[in-house]
């Protein structure tokens, strides 16, 4: 007798079958939890039995098909296929750490897919200082209505490992949005949508450079959960195309509305001076546009002095000089997210995808070529 979970598959899918039978339907976590696997895997071997016309799947379980008079598919969806059953009131739930600034393009653009495809929208907003999501987030997993979640929870918090393996123990899928994991028990990623932070900080680098830029810096947020991306991008690039560390510095302020973040700027400008930059990076729209005006009242103007690019464009176009900036594709990333939950509805069973969607540069008055 093998251990409990480690059947062969096939051993496996039929003890889901008579767990079926026997009590007429299960839900995945119950299923998940009997045979010691993940919830993956039951979808998985639902997904076939589906296949086989042995059983109908329903939100977050499934049913035995008993007799010949039962249903083999799902209203709209040929019969040995799996997806999304259509009925009225299903619905798609996104939660994010804020629903103003960058969230709000990409929630809309979440909330139009999902109603194409006939689904209501549920948003709900948290805190990047959230150490636990779970408790915000139980209530719509357990939601009969709710047949996905997208969601961005805090990757850098002590408990992150412990919500990213409850997210993925869920019977209801998820697609984490601007966020790339991995279970810290096994190794396995979850399904994501992300922008390419370090390409936009690659695509910043390469236009000062080619303005004749050579001495840059970058300056961001380190609590920022894209800071790290974006650094390693900016660095990365700038040795490629031979600028040493010196000539290339990262430099960390808080963000602008803590506490300290005026005497922070003053002492990067004072740094940025010193080592003769020219050519800046700075992430994100709110710090730049404050560093912009700090340089202004130091007699240094932008781009006549330094030229400055902004990352995420969220508002940097309405500052004067307007601010050239990187610009997430939010839109992209909220239909996405939408259309990998749709595809895991689909197909449970199919490999996790980890999308990654390449941002923009959008060229104004802010950056032009170094005085001589």
Known sequence: MTPAGRELPDQRRAVILSALVRNGSGRIADLARTLNVTPTTVRRDLALLEAEGLIERLHGGAKAIVGPESPTGIEGVPAGTTGW???????????????DFYWPTVARSAEATARQHGLQFLLRGGSYESVDERPTLRPIYDSPDCVGVITAPNTDSPQADEV????EAQATPSVLVERQASLAST???LESVTTDFPLGAAMAVRHLLALGHRRLALVSTPTSPHAAGIASGFSRTCAEQGLAAKRAPVFDIPDNRQTGFTAAL??????????GVTGLLVHSDREAMSLAQQLEARGLAVPQDISLVAYDDEVASLFSP????????????????????LARLADPGRTVHRVV????????????PPQA
């Open 85 to 99: 059953t259509g009925r009225p009131g299903a619905r798609l739930a996104m939660f994010v750490p804020a629903l």
């Open 164 to 167: 990213l393996e409850w997210i």
């Open 187 to 189: 190794g396995l990623p």
């Open 266 to 275: 003053e002492d990067v400008i004072d740094r940025l001076t010193s080592a």
């Open 322 to 341: 307007a601010l050239t900036a990187i610009r997430p594709a939010r839109e992209a990333i909220g239909r996405t997210a939408v259309d990998l939950l």
């Open 357 to 368: 969607v390449s941002p923009e540069l959008f060229v104004r008055d802010s950056t032009a």
